[in-house]
């Protein structure tokens, strides 16, 4: 069996729906243009505030994907 190596980036992905959602249009804009996309992990949430409500979630993700070659 072959070993693996990955690489790491970080994203942060925004939505005014959900943290879920935030980290599915990072992913998804991630595996636009990147091949063999793992994993990820949350790093950090946070948001913004509009009249007493949530507005807007920021989450940051690394993603790790696998190495060619």
């Known amino acids: 069996m072959k070993d693996h190596v990955y690489k790491l980036i970080e ?4 939505s005014t729906t959900s943290i879920e959602d935030a980290v599915e249009k990072a992913v998804l804009r ?4 990147i091949k063999n996309l793992c994993w990820f992990q949350v790093v950090e949430s946070r948001g913004t505030i509009e009249k007493g409500k949530v507005h807007r979630w920021q989450v940051t993700i690394k ?5 060619d070659g």
């Open 11 to 14: 994203l942060t992905g925004t």
């Open 30 to 33: 991630a595996h636009k243009t």
């Open 63 to 67: 993603v790790g994907f696998m190495v």
